[in-house]
């Protein structure tokens, strides 16, 4: 099982169901992939196929389905670890500091500086008195993420004071903040235009080469894919396409490997 | 670490929070307010009690007890007893100089004991002051025209000592205080003080008589007691006429509209209390008994003889304590104190089950404790209006927590956990709490110790001004003058001249805990909900 180390995170028969009201919205039908370590994976598919929703899983922000009897249960495993049967606490720290996220919509806090934005990610992290020990440390740290991006003169600047290139810059900036070694990333241009994203993309690029950090990134954009290196297409809450790791394979064996829907089809 | 940067920023950003800390701020403050009037008040009360008996008493009423100089030493010899001072209470009939008859409690008393008792040297109304009291703003209080000052010394010198002069030969005779209300010759202004005014008589004819006189210089009443037989009952009435010396004022209107302070062996005499000696003849039960006259050697009709000496009585003593000992412990004090006095005089005075110990405090027990429970009743129905607080803060919270599911969703998705987030609410709740609170105490304290200032320019200032306004409005329409008095402490009514305060730093933490937990307790069903939001739904949308 050499190969299975190589998995940063592998996840195996998830499933996600959401209710609306009574009825029940099935979204994911039993997703199987992995992504290797230093890996760049997009996940493409179309709006609606479930996309963010299995990046939330993967990030432990929701939990995958229960199963029912002897089906096989979900698994979502980090390094070893997996966060689909892990307890509330640990799914805090597995959080706050194996992965990061980034978001479509920035999502900044308002009130927060810039550097106060990222540097919230390490007082989370440290908690009430570890922060103190890790101030310094951490501010440096924010300080230099925040350069690498070019935001080093901006630091004391309110979300609403920069433009959304930027905001996007903060939100990588603070996802990075405590070194994880995965970074979530959903549809992280979707809300910039091409420039502006392909500058994000840069930067993600640039980072990742320095640091061998591991992207998993969400997008409905074939081109934006294609900076990744390895594509995995989901349509209708399946995997349709994708080097799946063959040891892992798919969990349904309906599913037909090869099929190509075109990326911007209206989902489900 | 988060919450402590979050809620300072929220603190400085966001309005809505801010009302809730205004709330909280005039809950405190109300509170604090109202504690402290009421507070003072009570107190106010119990200070005057301590004014007029000390802080316990030792009584045995009506007929009362002999050998109360050697008890008033014994208890004097007590280390945590300042003085003690025997006195007769009772009740009595004055003649007052319109021909008034009157029921009226007289307290017979030595004066330097009774000083050093009570406050009584200082409740002596008719004295030299130079500076005018307090709310006296335009200087009319007689006792200031520095022309009165010799009269109004030798009016002090008169009370202290409980003499006046005989106006024709000098001679000083033995003179009462009276409760400065008691005549209705002294009429008490808006300022608190007394003016002397001419009485009137009636006249049978119809006609009325003008009175000039000035108690303090020529004025008497007639004192109707009625004495007391050799078994203590009362028999006949005694009257006399007593010069009145200068009057008093302890500020319970119903202590100072019914009081006659007289000289203790004046009353003792006019109760038959003085000591006295017993009679009795050999042979007394035998009308017919004869006995040898000793000098002359020949049988005479027995004659009455003294066999033994009735002591002086009093009915009550007084007893203060030493500073900073409470009346319930002067009380103690004297209980065991009596008792090796009831032993050593058994049979003599009253034992010490039977003899009555108490307090000002117990004595007026049912005022006391309607004014106490007046507090707590003012106080309980203010904490549920400021109760009203508690969902102002949660109504507050639960829309800003709405606006903020958001923030709450990236906290979650940076690592934050659930507990961690409800802490957030809570310490944010909590700090509106501690400002409010903070603030509240200071504008009660504010309020509080210049309430007087306050209410002075409600009355004088604001209320004139808004019946000008509201009586020019009514006369645009043709109605009347609308006068608005917003004099709510009239000295004229109530008895304190000022409105008595009191803010006693226990009070005011308590109240500041209160008002902390308020917030806190807003903050909590809002805070418990912000921790059960889901993370995922609020982070899907802008
Ligand atoms: N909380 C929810 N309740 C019901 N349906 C939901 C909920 N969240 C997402 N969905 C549905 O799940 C589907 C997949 O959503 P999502 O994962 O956001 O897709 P994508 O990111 O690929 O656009 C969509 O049809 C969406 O409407
Ligand atoms: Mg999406």
């Known amino acids: 099982m050499t190969s299975h180390s190589e998995h940063i995170l592998a996840v195996s028969g998830l499933r996600k169901t959401y209710k609306l009201g009574r009825v029940p919205v099935p979204v994911l039908h039993g997703v199987d992939m992995a992504v290797k370590k230093r890996e760049w994976v997009a996940i493409l598919g179309a709006s609606g196929s479930g996309k963010s929703t299995l990046l939330h899983l993967c990030g432990g922000l929701d939990r995958p389905d229960r199963v029912k009897g002897d089906q096989p249960k979900p698994k979502i495993v980090f390094e070893g670890r997996d966060i689909a049967a892990m307890g509330k606490r640990d799914l805090d720290r597995y959080r706050s500091r194996n992965v990061g996220f980034v978001f479509q919509f920035y999502h900044l806090l308002p009130e927060l500086t810039v550097i106060e934005n990222v540097t919230v990610g390490a007082m989370i992290r440290h908690g009430r008195f570890g922060y103190m020990a890790h101030r310094g440390e951490s501010e440096k740290r924010a300080k230099a993420l925040l350069e690498s991006f070019g935001l080093g003169h901006r630091l004391r600047h309110r979300p609403a004071e920069l433009s959304g290139g930027e905001r996007q810059r903060v939100a990588i900036a603070r996802a990075l903040i405590n070194d994880p070694d995965l970074l979530l990333a959903d549809e992280p241009t979707g809300n910039l235009d091409r420039t502006t994203g392909g500058a994000i993309l840069d930067a993600i690029a640039e980072h990742r080469a320095r640091t061998g950090l591991t992207i998993l990134m969400v997008t409905h954009d074939e081109r934006i894919a294609e900076r990744a290196d390895r594509v995995v297409r989901l349509a209708d809450g399946r995997v349709i396409e994708g080097s799946l790791p063959a040891e892992i394979g798919p969990s349904d064996p309906e599913i037909e490997v090869g099929t190509m829907p075109t990326p911007d089809a209206p989902g489900r | ?542």
Not at chain 2, 179 to 194: C, D, F, K
Not at chain 2, 445 to 471: F, K, Q, Y
């Open chain 2, 1 to 542: 670490m988060y919450q402590a940067l979050l809620t300072r920023r929220y603190l400085t950003s966001k309005l809505m929070p801010l009302l809730a800390m205004a709330a909280v701020l005039l809950s405190v403050a109300t509170i604090l307010i109202t504690w402290s009037v009421m507070g003072g008040f009570l107190n106010a009360l119990l200070s005057s009690g301590r004014t007029l008996i000390g802080d316990a008493f030792i009584a045995w009423p009506n007929v009362g007890f002999a050998y109360y100089e050697e008890l008033a030493e014994d208890l004097e010899a007590h280390p945590r007893i300042e003085a003690a001072a025997p006195v007769i209470e009772t009740y009595g009939m004055v003649r007052l100089p319109d021909d008034r008859v009157e029921l009226i409690q007289v307290t017979g008393v030595e004066v330097a004991s009774y000083s050093a008792v009570t406050g009584f040297g200082d409740t002596l109304w008719w004295k030299p002051l130079d500076k005018p009291t307090r709310k006296d703003k335009d200087r009319r209080d007689p006792r200031l025209d520095p022309n009165n000052r010799p009269v109004l010394t030798e009016f002090v010198e008169n009370g202290l000592a409980m003499t006046r002069p005989d106006p024709d030969t000098g001679v000083p005779l033995p003179a009462g205080i009276l409760g400065v209300e008691v005549t209705g010759l002294n009429y008490r202004t808006s300022g608190g003080i007394y003016i002397p005014i001419n009485g009137q008589r009636a006249l049978p004819s119809g006609g009325i008589e003008s009175l000039d006189l000035f108690m303090p210089r020529n004025g008497s009443v007639g004192l109707t007691l009625l004495s007391l037989d050799s078994t203590g009952k009362p028999t006949d009435p005694v009257s006399r006429v007593l010069p009145i010396a200068n009057e008093f004022q302890s500020g319970i209107y119903e202590v100072d509209s019914k009081t006659l302070i007289a000289p203790l062996d004046l009353i003792q005499r006019m109760l038959r209390m003085e000591e006295a000696r017993r009679v009795a003849s050999e042979g007394a039960d035998d009308p017919w008994g004869y006995e040898t006259d000793p000098q002359t050697g020949e049988l005479r009709p027995a004659v009455p003889k003294a066999t033994a000496a009735d002591p002086a009585r009093v009915t009550t003593v007084l007893i203060r304590g030493v500073p900073g000992t409470t009346p319930d412990e002067v009380a103690a004090i004297a209980d065991s104190i009596y008792e090796q006095f009831a032993a050593r005089h058994a049979g003599e005075v009253p034992d010490a089950f039977s003899i009555q110990i108490s307090t000002w405090e117990d004595r007026n027990r049912t005022m006391i404790a309607a004014v106490k429970k007046e507090t707590a009743l003012v106080l309980v129905i203010f904490g549920i209006i400021c109760f009203t607080t508690v969902f102002l803060v949660l109504a507050i919270f639960w829309s800003m927590i709405s606006e903020k599911t958001r923030d709450i969703g990236i906290l979650r998705a940076l690592g934050a956990s659930t507990p961690g987030v409800a802490w957030l609410w809570l310490r944010y709740g909590a700090a509106i709490g501690v400002v409010g609170a903070v603030l509240g105490l200071v504008a009660g304290w504010l309020i509080v110790t210049n309430i007087n200032a306050i209410h002075d320019w409600l009355g004088e200032v604001l209320g004139p001004w808004l019946s000008g306004v509201l009586s020019t409005i009514s006369g645009w329409f043709g109605g009347d003058p609308i006068l608005i008095n917003l004099v709510i402490w009239d000295p004229r009514v109530y008895y304190f001249v000022e409105i008595p305060r009191k803010v006693e730093p226990g009070k005011a933490a308590i109240v500041f805990v209160a008002g902390v937990l308020t917030c806190v307790l807003g903050a909590l069903i809002p805070a418990v909900r912000s921790a059960r939001m889901d993370p995922v739904k609020s982070l899907r949308f802008e």
